[in-house]
């Protein structure tokens, strides 16, 4: 459900605007709305005003860097300074704290370095000797594949330089690492010598780069001796630091965020000379909270309340207040979607009762229900211990009311799926078939389906091995694809019958709330339309028999006929502007077939767990007690795999149905509106006096 909102304009005092704003934050309810024209000045703030915001931002962005070089998480709350010494607590940690992140970038540089090209700088200091610091020879180093030659590069180099040259090499790793030495005016030649047999100069990174080979190993050394020690020493200055004055750090940022969010407040309003203006929205349950806020101010301050126009008004905030059954989706399954536009559909509630409901009859496995019970119990556990839990997959951190959330929805999922695992007899495929716990019972099963037209017929065979014998019956036998399949098709397809034509009832019902002519007879159009073509493909039992469309003793036909009637009035009403509405239409009839994947997917996942368990069971039955225990092994395993490898589509094609074939009707995904995001105050809450504020005469509207 939408939350009902309330439009608010404030009124204030210029000079008494920050108390105000201050208030507004501690009561954390309303959501603001910036005014864009009007005969007060909106937009950038200037003057002093202006100069206050900027030194604001500078120490808030010097404070949230500080915070970031730290690595702090957030402490216990600590008082916060006073603010004339805000700038000083910054200042004393940002400067030692910028000090170490430097010498930890320089550190960690020179460990990068001394890992990629350590051994290498050490065995071509041991082969240049004290030639490194000669005035009169130039040393060219190099790399050498542990495929290439040093054969060519010889050749190279006594064709350019003669005898005027030394070649050495040593093997270092997998590689070999060399060193041409020769007189300082023929360094260009060797490298071109380089250059020609196709290897490259070995230039150090960064102020190595300029240092003699074994000055450069020197420093190697120490770093690859000292630099763990190094790093950690500074590591755990950095947590001292951070213990210290994260505390103070941490507040002082909150409150630098709140009196920034005031000079925004000032921006989004409308200003004069002497007074400043605000708009936005409440919730119509907090409407108490903003008059209690503000009535510390008394006739300080002149406000308005009244109710949203929600035909006409643009930027309404949405809130959506479900109960504690739809919330958890809401803030999972509903957080693929955008929200709704403001005095429309609230679509949570079906998608709470729906998508675990189609998901269930995808799996329809107790053994696979079991599993994602046991999974949802853990990520609650996890949530009831305030754990979060860094997902490795997705590289991302799930938080506790998250994690609970998604453990709610993970088990409303199991529910259904081992419900349904029950009613076709699925546990890891046909295991528990094969235990005969589970079997097909031919006359309940025509006592149950045999309205459709539907008979079970009897193998002998199977009968005469206790096929039909067991201890549950199976009443929807999905895998009994030669007999059941129609039957399990037209089941799917009847959700598509009715999530499609809801969503275009809902698109009449949100067209008569609104005053909307034109959506409210295309909604009308496509009800009758879609329904008289519902019905044809029932009268001519999917287009095998069109006979019986003649057949006017039928109440079906006039049905039809009646549908079709309306879908033309429906047409005629829109037609200059939907013109295309025919085509439409029969899109729709796409839409309903589409709910085909309930029963398509789930199929293709039973008849693979199936496969798996056959095969489990045959290796037991052959092989014995070893090919038990193969079979048990091999089985959970490519049960894993084939659950890994269709999870995602299973969990994918309930969304997509709601999204695309049940929400497109109603409008959902046409407009959206932006989330409520009231005005918060981070830091501790403060009390102005109220008699800091000069009162002006004003009235209060309630």
Known sequence: MINPMQQVVIAVRKRDSEAVITALQDAGV???KPIADGPLHTGNLAGQDAAERREDERLLARAESTIAELGAYRPAPAPLPAQGEWEAVVEGVAQPVAELARQRQELQSDLDVERTYGDAVRALARMVGTLDRSRRVALVPFLVGPTESLTELDAALRESLGE?????SETVGQNQVGVVATLRGDRDAARAALSKARLGELRLPGRYDTMPLTSVAAELEQVRQNGDARQRHINTERDRLAQEHGPALFAVRDALKDRVAVHDVRAVSARGKYSLAMQGYVPADRVAGLQS??????????YEVHPVDEHH??????????SSYVTPFQNTVMGLMSLPKYGTFDPSWVVAWFFPFFFGIIMADIGYGLMFLAFGMWLLGKARRNEGWNVPILGAYLGPQTLKDLGFVTNVMAGWTILWGFLTGEFFGTLLEHLGVFYINPPLLDRLWGWTGLTFPVDPYKAEHGYYNGLIPIVFPRLETEYFGNVALVFALLFGVLQVLWGWAIRVQQGIKHGDRLHMWEGIAMVGGVGALVLMAFISRGAQDFSGLTNFADPRVLLMILGFIVFIVGYLMVITKLPTLIVELLSQGGAVVSYARIFAVGLVSAILAKLVTDLGWSMSQNWGFIGGVLGVI?????????????LIG????????????FLNPTGFNNESSPRYNPLRRLSPATNTPVNTVRVVTGQQVK
């Not at 806020?293 to 002149?302: K, Y």
């Not at 091999?634 to 269709?646: D, E, F, N, R």
């Open 313 to 322: 008004d643009h930027g309404v905030p949405v809130e959506l207040k479900n």
């Open 30 to 32: 309303l959501h603001l």
């Open 650 to 661: 299973h969990i994918l094609q309930p969304i997509r149905l709601h999204m695309v074939e």
């Open 164 to 168: 005027r040259y030394t070649l050495a």
């Open 293 to 302: 806020a503000l009535s510390r101010f008394g006739d300080a301050v002149s």
């Open 634 to 646: 091999i089985g959970l395993a490519l049960h894993l795999l084939v659950l890994a490898l269709t």
